[in-house]
């Protein structure tokens, strides 16, 4: 059986220092302790490693031997108990995170890049996904965790809420409404609305559409043949307004601003993780919270 690390310590100190008395001091423990641990030691290996007088301590070539090669053996061995406790902590390994396009301008980088910085150890990929298929893909392993915009359903997963914004619309800068700083939900209604596709993110359609459904006349809603539509010129040449969040004013296309809606809820956005949860998806929730806080996105 191999000696222990406490006694090969306490060994390599008393090699440096050739006198039990200061090597007891320089570790913390009465001088007949230290004298006990070494004759155990020397037992265990089967070797003098000390050649003792009542003035000296001389190494013998065993000792020397041990002094030289232990250094490294323990500092392999640190090596390998700070991996462990780094795993067991949730700062090492591969993270594979899923997110809403629409969660991609501003907050899925932020939390790959707080994951990032904050865990040398941790590698991290980040997809775009449909939105409907990011909860199926954490309860089923696909992925470890998503970012969603709206409470997504699905079973086997756990939905934490990481971030309000205000609900408003993007529009061209040279419409009517953009002189203004907030838009009342009937003003905007009298627009064509241009509303994603429903099957991209039926929660986030409906609760769009929601907000209309009180007005009079009801609002003409238009659906982009794409569901991405990167050249929004219906939007740029002022024929329609877009329902967003507030996001959209990360980095709005040329041309577009966006307005905040008068007295319109919030939408949320969701980190979802599995429902039996590792120190990983443990350390994902908490590097989460402490990003959302600092950033205030889940203030009133």
Do not use: C
Request: net charge positive.
């Amino acid at each position: 059986m191999a000696p222990d690390t406490v006694s090969l310590r306490y060994f390599l100190v008393l090699a440096q220092e050739l006198n039990f008395t200061r090597a007891a001091a320089r570790i913390g423990i009465a001088q007949p302790a230290l004298s006990a641990r070494m004759r155990r030691l020397e037992a265990e290996l089967g070797t003098a490693l000390l050649v003792r007088n009542t003035r000296s301590v001389v190494l013998t070539t065993a000792g020397a031997a041990l002094a030289e090669s232990a250094p490294p053996a323990l500092a392999a061995l640190d090596r390998a108990w700070d991996t462990v406790r780094s795993a067991a902590a949730g700062e090492l390994g591969t993270l594979r995170i899923g997110y809403s396009l629409s969660a991609g301008a501003e907050t899925a980088p932020a939390l790959v890049d707080r994951l990032i910085r904050g865990n040398s150890g941790l590698e991290v990929g980040a997809v775009p996904m449909a939105t409907p298929e990011i909860s199926p893909a954490v309860a089923d392993g696909r992925i470890d965790a998503g970012i969603t915009r709206g409470e997504q359903p699905g079973r086997g997963v756990r939905r934490y809420l990481l971030r309000r914004e205000r609900i408003g619309v993007q529009l061209a800068q040279h419409h009517p409404l953009a002189e203004h700083p907030e838009i009342e939900i009937a003003a905007a209604a009298a627009y064509p609305l241009r509303l994603p596709d429903r099957a991209a993110n039926p929660v986030i359609h409906d609760q769009l559409a929601a907000l209309f459904r009180d007005t009079r006349p009801h609002p003409r809603f238009h659906t982009p043949t794409v569901a991405f539509d990167m050249s929004q010129r219906d939007l740029r040449d002022g024929l329609t307004l877009a329902p967003a969040g507030e996001a959209a004013v990360t980095a709005p296309p040329p041309g577009i601003t966006w307005r905040p809606l008068h007295g319109a809820p919030s939408l949320t956005i969701h980190l979802v993780l599995p429902r039996e949860q590792s120190p990983l998806h443990r350390r994902v929730r908490a590097v989460a919270k402490t990003l959302a806080h600092e950033l205030h996105w889940l203030s009133d």
